[in-house]
């Protein structure tokens, strides 16, 4: 009887250290119209889960959510059983990678835009790699050329390729990215697709909203959302 109760403790402690991010009874509300409700899912380490469902339905407020951009109208966000609120987002903050799908370039040239994590307190044990940034690239089939491009000069594809190659060298725990994809062929599309799940091999837990058949192919578990109105 003893060792049974052992067994369970160890199975509830292995559970708890597999659970990443969780979303529970979460509530959206956007004007009139109720976006979700009672949404509930899990993000383990070494899965990739994806956010689907029609423009509007909520998806990037419930990512910008998790990054304390947004606040949810109910319901819970919890990091490694920790509620995430706008006090503790920035702890979450130092454990991820977030992707946005419009992504702003601060910098005039893709060679400072790839260098500007690394100037962020929570990448400061980090050291920024040309050569490695090269190897993830070639992952994504973009050309080392690149490098020496203003921003302007890339393209869509282009552009949400080099920002997810940041995520190969971050090292981050958690992935957040909102439709990755979105400018790419069924082709690079997939290529997007093998690359992000190289990190759930690794370990990291990834929430990806995508409209594309072709990528949630790659995902664990896909999470539908339909609008309530």
Not at 34 to 44: A, G, M, R
Not at 59 to 66: G, Q
Not at 145 to 174: A, F, N, V
Request: hydrophobic share 40%.
């Amino acid at each position: 009887m003893h060792l049974l109760v052992q067994l369970l403790h160890l199975e509830m402690l292995l559970v708890s250290l597999c659970k990443m991010i969780e979303v529970k009874n979460a509530k959206l509300i956007v004007g009139d119209a109720t976006l979700f409700e009672n949404l509930s899912f899990i993000v383990k380490e070494g899965s990739m889960v994806g956010l689907s469902g029609p423009s509007g339905s909520g998806k990037t407020t419930l990512l910008k959510s998790f990054m304390g951009f947004t606040t949810l109208n109910d319901g819970i966000l919890s990091f490694d059983g920790e509620p995430i609120t706008p006090t503790t987002s920035e702890y979450f903050r130092r454990y991820t990678a977030y992707i946005p799908q419009d992504t702003v370039f601060p910098y005039t040239t893709v060679q400072e835009l790839v260098k500007l994590p690394f100037s962020l307190k929570a990448n400061a044990h980090l050291s920024f790699s040309r050569e490695l940034l090269f190897r993830e690239w070639d992952m994504l089939d973009l050309s080392p050329t690149l490098y020496e491009k203003k921003t302007e000069e890339i393209s869509g594809g282009e552009r949400q390729r080099i920002m997810l190659s940041l995520c190969g060298l971050l090292e981050k725990r958690i992935i957040l990215v909102d439709e990755p994809t979105s400018a790419l062929d069924e082709r690079t599309t997939a290529l997007v697709g093998e690359y992000l799940k190289r990190f759930t091999i690794r370990g990291a837990a990834i929430l990806a909203v995508s409209h594309s058949p072709v990528f949630l192919q790659y995902c664990h578990q896909i999470v539908q959302l339909r609008n309530n109105e």
